[in-house]
Nanobody, 114 residues
Framework: QVQLVESGGGLVQAGGSLRLSCAAS????????LGWYRQAPGKQRELVAS???????EYGDAVKGRFTISRDNAKNTVYLQMNSLKPEDTAVYYC????????WGQGTQVTVSS
């Protein structure tokens, strides 16, 4: 069983920064991707960033150059550093892990005011 617990969301002004954390427990392997998705009201859930084996990363087009994903395998924790935040980044951010199936955290709200 896998559990994902996010933290670090909140309210920030446009141009500001936030750092999200996701603590994973259970069958977590460093070669399986951990990542972040987000879902804004009325929109589909979309990839924000993921990090896999050998720290290979993938970013959604909307966040490239502004967000950075990192991973501490010793702590089974993945981080998302979000800089230059925009109002359109407002969404619920979900931690994601894949191990024979998708696992999701409960989500953390990020609100960016203009």
């Amino acid at each position: 069983q896998v559990q994902l617990v996010e933290s670090g969301g909140g309210l920030v002004q446009a141009g500001g920064s936030l750092r999200l954390s996701c603590a994973a427990s259970g069958s977590i392997f460093s070669f399986n991707p951990l990542g972040w998705y987000r879902q804004a009201p009325g929109k589909q859930r979309e990839l924000v960033a993921s990090i896999g084996s050998a720290d290979r990363t993938e970013y959604g087009d909307a966040v490239k150059g502004r967000f950075t994903i990192s991973r501490d395998n010793a702590k089974n924790t993945v981080y998302l550093q979000m800089n230059s935040l925009k109002p359109e980044d407002t969404a619920v951010y979900y931690c994601h892990y894949y191990f024979f199936r998708d696992y999701w955290g409960q989500g953390t709200q990020v609100t960016v005011s203009s």
